[in-house]
C-alpha cells in the first residue's frame, strides 16, 4: 500500500485527550475507530487519517519516556487501555499494541534518540520479534532479515527489530555464553514492504511482510535488552518483554468482553421457536454467567501478574524467573479462556454471528485471528511448568 501515513503534533501534546489519562482513551477515540471500522476492513489496513487520529491523541506514546514526550505509563494501566481499545475494534487495539515501542529511548544511546524523536511529530513504530541478522560493520552493522506479519508496518517509520549478532558466520555469544540478541532500529528507507496481508480477521492491522536487505545500522541504533539504562525509571527496570508480551493478551480479553456484551444485547431480543426470548433460556442463563466469571477471573490473573513485576521494578528489585512464569501462565490462560468464550457465545447466538455485517461476526474472527499470536501458544504454559519443576524455561524472552 502506497499511501503516506501523515499527521500533524508535536511530541508530548496530546490533542484533545484527557490530560494525564490513558485510561480516557479509548473512549475518547470511540467514534472516529468505529466510524473507519468498515474501511479498514476494505482496504486490509488503518486509514491514515484515523491513524494520524490515534497518534495525535497519544496512543502510540504510552510506554515512552517522559523525558521524551511520552506518557510513561505503568504496565497495568497500559493493559486496561489495550483492553478497551479491544472492546472497540479489534484491529485498532492491535495496532495501538505493536505502535508502542517508544521505551526503547530509554535504552539507546542519546545519538540515536535525538534523531528518532528529533522531529515535529511523534515517531511511528512498527515491531516484529522473529529474529533478523546483524554483522559488525565498522562502526555500526549490516542488517538482514524477512519478518512476517509485521501490524502497522504501512504507517510506521521505524521498525524495531529483534537481530542475532553474527561472526564468522555463526551467532556471537555473550560473556554469558548465550547468542548475542539485540534491539534494532531501522529508518523507513531501509526495508520494503511485501503486500501478503490476504486474511479473513484482524485485516485493519496491515500485518504485512517486511524486507531488510544489508542495511547499515550505526551501532547506536542497537541495544542488549539487558543493556543499562539511560533513562533509569521503575517502568523500565527489571524485564523489558514484558512491556510487551501481555499486550496482545490483553487485547484478547477486550475483544471477548465485547463478545458477551453483544450477545447479551442478542439474546434479550432474539427469540426462539416458541416465542421465548433466548434470554429465558437457563443454557443461556448459565452461559452468560460462566463466561463473565471466566474472563472476569482471567482478567485479575493477568493483572495481578503484571503487578507483580510492576511492584518488584518499583522496589528496585529484578523480577525472578518465577514471577516471569506467572506472567506468561497468565497470558495463556487467558488466551485459552478468551478462546472458549467465543467458541460459546458463537453457539449461544445460534445463526446470528454468520452473517457479515454483524458486529458478533466480526468479533469472531477478529478474536480467533488474534488467539493465533504465537504469545498465546500453549509453549508458553509448557515453559511456564517448566519454571515450577526447577528447569529451564527453554524458551527465549522468557
Request: net charge negative; charged share 20%; proline share 6%.
Amino acid at each position: 500500500m502506497s499511501e503516506t501515513h501523515a499527521t500533524s503534533g508535536t511530541p508530548g501534546t496530546a490533542s484533545g485527550s484527557p490530560a494525564g489519562d490513558p485510561l480516557g482513551l479509548p473512549a475518547l477515540l470511540r467514534p472516529a475507530i468505529q466510524a473507519a471500522i468498515e474501511e479498514a476492513d476494505r482496504r486490509a489496513d488503518i486509514p491514515a487519517e484515523l491513524y494520524g487520529t490515534l497518534r495525535d491523541a497519544g496512543a502510540f506514546r504510552l510506554l515512552t519516556p517522559r523525558a521524551l514526550g511520552g506518557s510513561q505509563t505503568p504496565l497495568t494501566t497500559v493493559l486496561k487501555v489495550y483492553e478497551e481499545f479491544g472492546r472497540i475494534d479489534a484491529s485498532v487495539a492491535w495496532l495501538v499494541w505493536n505502535a508502542n515501542f517508544g521505551f526503547v529511548g530509554a535504552l539507546l544511546d542519546e545519538s540515536a534518540t535525538a534523531r528518532i524523536w528529533g522531529g515535529e511529530r511523534e515517531p511511528a513504530f512498527a515491531n516484529s520479534g522473529m529474529p533478523g541478522t546483524a554483522v559488525p560493520a565498522g562502526g555500526g552493522y549490516r542488517v538482514s532479515g524477512h519478518w512476517r506479519i509485521v501490524s502497522g508496518i504501512n504507517a510506521a517509520e521505524w521498525l524495531v527489530a529483534v537481530v542475532v549478532v553474527m561472526e564468522d558466520g555463526a551467532p556471537r555469544t555473550t560473556a554469558a555464553g548465550a547468542p548475542d540478541v539485540q534491539m534494532c532500529v531501522l529508518r523507513r528507507d531501509q526495508w520494503s514492504v511485501k503486500e501478503t496481508w490476504d486474511v479473513s480477521g484482524m485485516r485493519g492491522t496491515g500485518s504485512n511482510d517486511v524486507v531488510v536487505e544489508d542495511a547499515f545500522v550505526p551501532a547506536d541504533f542497537l541495544s542488549p535488552l539487558d543493556a543499562p539504562l539511560r533513562i533509569d525509571e521503575p517502568l523500565y527496570r527489571g524485564f523489558l518483554p514484558a512491556l510487551v508480551l501481555p499486550g496482545c493478551t490483553a487485547v484478547v480479553l477486550g475483544v471477548a468482553q465485547a463478545a458477551l456484551d453483544e450477545t447479551v444485547a442478542l439474546v434479550l431480543a432474539k427469540k426462539n421457536s416458541t416465542g421465548a426470548t433466548l434470554a429465558e433460556s437457563p443454557r443461556t442463563q448459565y452461559a452468560v454467567a460462566d463466561c463473565q466469571a471466566a474472563l472476569q477471573a482471567a482478567r485479575l490473573l493477568l493483572g495481578s501478574a503484571a503487578q507483580a513485576l510492576e511492584d518488584a521494578a518499583g522496589r528496585g528489585d529484578v523480577p525472578t524467573l518465577g514471577q516471569r512464569a506467572d506472567l506468561r501462565a497468565a497470558m495463556t490462560h487467558a488466551a485459552q479462556v478468551s478462546r472458549q468464550v467465543l467458541v460459546t457465545l458463537y453457539e449461544l447466538a445460534s445463526s446470528t454471528p454468520l452473517y457479515r455485517g454483524n458486529r458478533l461476526e466480526r468479533l469472531f474472527r477478529d478474536g480467533m485471528a488474534a488467539l493465533q499470536h504465537a504469545n498465546h501458544s500453549a509453549l508458553a504454559m509448557e515453559a511456564a511448568g517448566r519454571v515450577r519443576l526447577g528447569m529451564d524455561p527453554g524458551v527465549g524472552l522468557f
